[in-house]
């Protein structure tokens, strides 16, 4: 059975486990408990997905000096995606404006986000480069740079230019094919896995209970995510690669690694998902596929700039009781779109870091009332990591086709 299938699927299952089961206090912890090993689990897979398939891709890409197409191509699709995203989400909230729902958790003190933006801003200048690769290895359970930082050392030097390098390049190279083996193994594995994570979800949805009395504001958010993955980002891909490829194919072929990452709000959890269906379902290099979505999972962050702009402008309007000016608008989305790039520090919680850091960038105090995002995150942050699948995915089909060598997988052959 094909994985966008099972998947939903799964998802069904969940729903109706759900259903059956919701209320249950001990049905809550254990998919909780479950969902947590999970998203830990897609970690043990992606870290040495990461290291050894980047290194033999960057190898590779040297060899063939295709790096230049690589990097131009990655950082022009980061871009375009990440301030388009924001700028569409802002447009949607200025035609559509809603207020941000009092959840669960509005009131709960926030005298610890004070120390929040100067803490994470050093983290991030701390993180840019390993002490020790081997320790960087055991410990990048949460960040993957300092990992993609040893693994671009090891690849550029592995350029199998002279011949004593050749036996390296070749190892390397099929350390890299075992790990992709693996990735494929957890994709059309992961319907398992998207069932448990997507109960807790659902269940979490339904203990909730604010978005099903918040119309509007789910509306405003669904309005925003189709408009970005049926018009916007199939539109920019088609005239990048000059009509030359089918966008929508794109959208139902990783509808698997898009699922995975609603569920779990996760993007260590769906990369290695990504990774391996970007290779088999859309014909992307390995090479690629092995160096471009990991990049993307740092840069590509255009989703989770889109919800974030949203939240912002939703809590100053519920919080103001009056719509924010045309300048305030421009700039949340420009400040989210900045901050997207250092959101990945806080795994399964980008939203709410984007939110919060642009917020005291902007010097906007909302007292306190921002802290109703919390129990609202498996939503927000889940719709970003939605999108930024699809970001990952079609910036890595992009790369390939302007590489001039992206495949046709016809359907028979896809996962």
Request: glycine share 6%; proline share 4%; with cysteine.
């Amino acid at each position: 059975m094909k994985t966008w299938i099972s998947y939903l699927a799964a998802i069904a299952l969940g729903l109706a486990a759900t259903l059956l089961f919701g209320e249950s206090g001990v049905f809550q912890q254990v998919m909780y408990t479950l969902t947590a090993l999970l998203v830990q689990l897609g970690g043990f897979v992606l870290i040495p997905l990461v290291f050894f398939g980047f290194s033999s891709g960057i190898a590779s890409l040297r060899k063939d000096s295709k790096g230049g197409v690589f990097t131009r191509t990655t950082i022009l699709w980061s871009i375009l995606t990440t301030v388009l995203l924001s700028f569409c989400a802002a447009l949607v909230f200025k035609f559509f404006p809603s207020y941000f729902p009092a959840s669960s958790s509005a009131g709960t003190d926030a005298s610890k986000l004070a120390t929040l933006a100067p803490q994470s801003l050093s983290t991030l200048f701390e993180s840019m480069l390993p002490i020790n690769p081997f320790y960087t290895l055991a410990n990048a359970e949460s960040f993957l740079l300092p990992v993609m930082v040893v693994a671009l050392v090891f690849g550029y030097f592995l350029k199998p230019n002279v011949e004593v390098i050749r036996p390296a390049y070749v190892t390397m190279n099929s350390l890299s094919e075992t790990m992709f083996r693996l990735a494929k193994s957890f994709s059309t594995m992961g319907h398992f896995f998207v069932f448990i994570a997507s109960s807790y979800w659902l269940s979490h949805v339904q203990q909730e209970g604010t978005i099903f009395v918040a119309g509007r504001f789910l509306l405003m958010l669904l309005a925003s995510t189709f408009l970005v993955l049926f018009i916007m980002l199939p539109l920019l891909f088609a005239l990048l690669t000059r009509f030359k490829s089918n966008p929508y194919k794109i959208l139902y072929r990783m509808i698997a690694s898009a699922s995975a990452g609603l569920f779990t709000g996760s993007i260590f959890f769906s990369s290695p998902i990504t990774i391996s269906l970007s290779r088999h379902n859309l014909g992307c290099q390995k090479r690629v596929s092995a160096t471009a979505i990991p990049l993307y999972t740092l840069i590509g962050r255009g989703g989770s700039a889109m919800i974030a702009t949203l939240s912002i402008l939703s809590l100053l309007y519920a919080s103001t009781a009056t719509l924010p000016s045309d300048k305030v608008i421009l700039f949340s989305a420009l400040a989210s779109a900045l901050f997207a790039y250092a959101s990945p520090l806080y795994l399964g919680y980008e939203v709410f870091f984007i939110t919060i850091i642009a917020l005291q960038f902007l010097k906007i105090d909302l007292y306190g009332a921002q802290m109703t995002l919390v129990a609202m995150m498996p939503i927000l942050n889940g719709l970003g990591i939605l999108v930024d699948s699809y970001v990952a995915a079609f910036g890595s089909a992009y790369t390939c086709q302007r590489m001039g060598v992206l495949l046709e997988s016809a359907y028979r052959d896809t996962l």
